[in-house]
């Protein structure tokens, strides 16, 4: 059963479990984004997946438009190594833009 729906049969009060999903889908698109920072050497990571967790952890960010479309730009780095320190990089700095 997918997280968004196992909370919401919770009955509590507050805005504690919007809160929880919002982490939930942060922590979630971390992971894609950090998927594709392990396998850019091997795959091609451009995908629906991987873009749409870029969306969703720059979309509120000061610089997301920046770090998003520097993020993108990695896609078109043919040399292995050199992508692979690319993709680190965007990460680490959307991760510090985020404070994750």
Known sequence: ?????????VAFGGNW???LITEYEILESLASLQWAVDNC???EVNTLEVNAALI???????KGKILSDRFTRGHLIIDQNS????FR????LIKVW???
Do not use: G, Q, V, Y
Not at 1 to 9: Q, T
């Open 89 to 92: 990089e965007c990460f680490r």
């Open 83 to 86: 992508r692979e320190i690319h």
């Open 17 to 19: 479990s919007e809160e």
């Open 41 to 43: 050497r091997k795959r």
């Open 1 to 9: 059963m997918e997280f968004k729906k196992k909370i919401s049969n």
């Open 56 to 62: 969703h952890l720059t979309k509120d960010l000061e």
């Open 98 to 100: 985020l404070k994750a």
